[in-house]
T-cell receptor, first 117, second 115 residues
């Protein structure tokens, strides 16, 4: 089945440690996104990518990094510089980038929980 | 400032009754409007969207929404609620931001359908 796969579902990070969340899609979508969800704060955009080898900062990029070496994959690294990383992370994709005004729908993966211990 | 509001944190409705989840927006230009649903510990699922055309949009699971330009609203409705509709609902608005479009999200409304 086509879709967006995020792994792991649950991840624990120690202080000062970098961790990477995986996101893979087989929808042949050009654009991919990472959102952070905190209770009562809705969704906040971390990074997005319009095409392979491209990515742009979103609203809360500090302490995060991404890469887009393959169309299917858009991993997110939460670095030690991110002081409050405990949250639910959502990867998403759309056939064309939202920024281009296409009106395309964003589809989401099942999310990953990151907890600092 | 561009914004989208879901004025109710929680909506309670009895099973079988009609439900409404409200969304209002304040953006420049022509908005594109979206509704998503999120079940506990899951990702968001797309329900419906308005881009242009007929103001009444029908979507998944019997949901519909009406774009009201004069009231800048896009309320989500369903004629007869099911217990399984209990979830968190998000409204999102895509608007012009310079040369690009930007998607902004409401804070969500928790819907509880009581048997």
């Amino acid at each position: 089945d086509g879709g967006i796969t995020q792994s792991p579902k649950y991840l624990f990070r120690k202080e000062g440690q970098n961790v990477t969340l995986s996101c893979e899609q087989n929808l042949n979508h050009d654009a991919m996104y990472w959102y952070r969800q905190d209770p009562g704060q809705g969704l906040r955009l971390i990074y997005y990518s319009q095409i392979v080898n491209d990515f742009q900062k979103g609203d809360i990029a500090e302490g995060y990094s991404v890469s887009r070496e393959k169309k299917e994959s858009f991993p997110l690294t939460v670095t030690s510089a991110q002081k409050n990383p405990t949250a639910f992370y959502l990867c998403a994709s759309s056939i064309r980038p939202i920024v281009t005004g296409s009106g395309n729908t964003i589809y989401f993966g099942e999310g990953s929980w990151l907890t600092v211990v | 400032a561009q914004s989208v509001a879901q004025p109710e944190d929680q909506v309670n409705v009895a099973e079988g009754n009609p439900l409404t989840v409200k969304c209002t927006y304040s953006v420049s230009g022509n908005p594109y409007l979206f509704w998503y649903v999120q079940y506990p510990n899951r990702g968001l699922q797309f329900l419906l969207k308005y881009i242009t055309g007929d103001n009444l949009v029908k979507g998944s699971y019997g949901f519909e929404a009406e774009f009201n330009k004069s009231q800048t609203s896009f309320h989500l409705k369903k004629p007869s609620a099911l217990v399984s509709d209990s979830a968190l609902y998000f409204c999102a608005v895509s608007h012009n931001a310079g040369n690009n479009r930007k998607l902004i999200w409401g804070l969500g409304t928790s819907l509880a359908v009581n048997p």
